[in-house]
């Protein structure tokens, strides 16, 4: 049995539960659905965490400096590349909370303070990858959808978990 812990919105998060080796059936699957969307799917995160930034769900009236939005989109781009090759080394762990989620926080070089936005980033990122490789009809046999989610969630976990000890690091 897995622990959880609990995010800011309540929701609680298992983290014990090991990310699916490169060779799974389910992480092919997720990458053999969802590859084709990584660039909308990073570029979906920036637009997300821009609203965030803006504390609005209306489009945002002032853009970024062109620099930082590419800061942000490398960021993005790099995560969803890393979930979608099952990756959870522990420098892809280091890169993501010490640089990815300050670069889309737009918390500067303070990955403590980045923290507590992950969560919130990591709930978006589940929900997209269930929208990228979900069907749109009518499917015979849902079993690699169902493997692609679960090696995804199982992925998401493991950056979740790699979050939450950053946020509770001294």
Known sequence: MSATTKSDSGIAHPVSDPAPSPGAPGLAALQRLASAHAARLGHELVQ??????????APFTRVPPFSVLNRRRRAARLWVNAILGGDTSPATMRNLTRSWLPQLTGTGPEPRRAAPSGPGFVEFLRGALAAVTTPDGPVGDLTPVLEALNAGDHVLRAHLE?????AGAD
């Open 48 to 57: 997300h965490t821009l609203r965030l930034r803006s504390g609005s769900r």
């Open 162 to 166: 790699a979050i939450v000890a950053e």
